[in-house]
């Protein structure tokens, strides 16, 4: 079947850096998105690895490793406006194979 | 910048009612999804569109169908509502491939009563 695994919950502190993995079980892979989400609110485009590597984008990153079937989402120099759910997608080989992790809810302590 | 809209924040319906939920996106997006979102199941893509009158089903499309008229609009129908379509329907838009950026709507609310 297919799958996307995620920490379901993570606490860090204010200032500090925090990675969330994600790992994936796909029939067809192109690429893995992350996605954030405060509450209450919509999910919100944050970055896409189409290529192994690391993809930076301001305070965040995001990496891919398709031989390890796992990317990650690394967050810098957290501000309390983080607190929010973050989730990984896998694009598949079409649109039907498109697939959310189930979140994970980053809380951020002063 | 991409806006999406959906025709209600939240909605609540009694069980064996037909529901309409509407999406309208202003990007001339090809790319149109219907998603429910509840706890601790992440995203669940119900259908999307890939053009008018172009749909394919996504993981979930037991119990609701969709319609497609305008590229613009989307629509996501419940024929009898149950109870276990109490969720929370997000419609998302794209402009290239199924993979590319998705532009989320705020959120239907539905509870079948």
């Known amino acids: 079947g297919q799958s996307l695994e995620q920490p379901s919950e993570v606490t860090a502190v204010e200032g500090a850096i925090v990675q969330i993995n994600c790992t994936y079980q796909t029939s067809g892979f192109y690429g893995l998105s992350w996605y954030q989400q405060h509450d209450g609110g919509a999910p919100t485009f944050l970055s896409y690895?189409?290529?192994?590597g690391l993809e930076e984008t301001g305070r965040f990153s995001s990496f891919l490793s398709r031989s390890d079937s796992y990317g990650y989402l690394l967050l810098q120099e957290l501000q309390m406006k983080d607190s929010a759910s973050y989730f990984c997608a896998a694009a598949g080989s079409s649109a039907s194979k498109i697939i959310f992790g189930s979140g994970t809810r980053l809380s951020i302590r002063p | 910048d991409v806006k999406v809209t959906q025709s209600s924040r939240y909605l609540v319906k009694r069980t064996g009612e037909k529901v309409f939920l509407e999406c309208v996106q202003d990007m001339d997006h090809e790319n149109m999804f219907w998603y429910r979102q509840d706890p601790g199941l992440g995203l669940r893509l119900i259908y999307f569109s890939y053009d008018v009158k172009m749909k394919e089903k996504g993981d979930i499309p037991e119990g609701y169908s969709v319609s497609r008229e305008k590229k613009e609009r989307f629509s996501l129908i419940l024929e009898s509502a149950s109870t276990n379509q109490t969720s929370m329907y997000l419609c998302a838009s794209s402009l290239g491939g199924w993979a590319d950026t998705q532009y989320f709507g705020p959120g239907t609310r539905l509870t079948v009563l």
């Open positions: 690895n189409g290529l192994d």
